[in-house]
């Protein structure tokens, strides 16, 4: 874990530099799980470099100790690997694995830039299957939750376009004008609240401070009510 020391430096360089695109990094986050206050397991999201020459890998697992999907010992695996296309995060391929005690389930995605398409296999919808179209700028979820990083500034409006589990649809994040207070580990920042605007019952908010690489907090709601809440403990940078 950084020292407070560290990690205020890279919190202060951060207000110094506004506005500024951050060099992406490699490194290793942990957090806890809640869900409505109580605590569900852990979580670890990491970027590190991957196979192939430029080629960057980001990873979330989620392990629940008891009562996360209504079964002690669920988890959750997603997994994108990408690369740089100027500032952009382009994904080349993605992961996903579920498992419920008995239960297993398992989707494969691949990013076709030169033929411009997405395709996914495995244990989904037939509808799911079918492959989309890409643009420039396409993302997986896990790329967004990196781009919010680089992009929130007070007041701004993010725009992108989630290519994920073979559905494609527009995410818009607005960022909220003033700096609220949140804990990370035994410290508390002032913190950007970056909230997904969505249709339905659906709401994500994304807390990010200046000059750290992961969210301080992600947390999901449906029809008002938590259904996780990843809040950082520590997070390192990786060699």
């Known amino acids: 874990m950084k020292s407070p ?10 207000a110094l530099l506004p506005g500024r695109a951050a060099a992406l990094e490699p490194f290793v986050a942990d957090y806890q799980v809640y869900n409505g206050g109580k605590a569900l397991g852990d979580a670890t999201m990491q970027v590190l470099p991957s196979s192939g020459a430029g080629r960057w890998r980001i990873d979330l697992d989620i392990r629940a100790e008891r009562g996360m999907m209504g079964l002690a010992g669920a988890a959750a695996q997603q997994s994108t690997v990408f690369d740089l296309v100027g500032d952009a995060y382009r994904p080349l391929s993605q992961a996903l694995v579920r498992k419920v005690v008995f239960s297993k389930r398992q ?8 033929a411009r398409s997405a395709r996914w296999t495995g244990d989904l919808k037939d509808t799911r299957k079918q492959p989309i179209a890409l643009q420039d700028g396409d ?28 559905r494609a649809r527009p ?4 960022v909220a004008q003033e700096l609220e207070s949140v804990k990370v580990g035994d410290m ?26 992961t969210p ?8 008002g009510q938590d259904t996780y809440d990843l809040r950082l403990v520590e997070y390192k940078g990786v060699p």
């Not at 020391?5 to 951060?14: H, I, K, Q, T």
């Not at 790329?143 to 290519?163: C, E």
């Not at 995410?171 to 607005?174: A, F, P, S, T, V």
Request: aromatic content about 10%; glycine content about 10%.
């Open 5 to 14: 020391l560290s990690l205020f430096a890279a919190v202060l360089l951060g």
């Open 171 to 174: 995410h818009q994040y607005l």
């Open 188 to 213: 508390s920042f002032n913190a950007m609240r970056v909230n997904r605007v969505q249709s339905g019952n659906e709401e994500t908010v994304i807390w990010v401070v200046d000059g750290v690489p």
């Open 139 to 166: 993302m997986s979820g896990l790329l967004i939750n990196l781009a919010v990083i680089r992009d929130a500034q007070p007041g701004k409006t993010l725009n992108y376009r989630f290519v994920d589990g073979g």
């Open 216 to 223: 301080v907090r992600i947390l999901q709601r449906e029809n």
């Open 107 to 114: 989707v494969i995605g691949t990013y076709d830039w030169n």
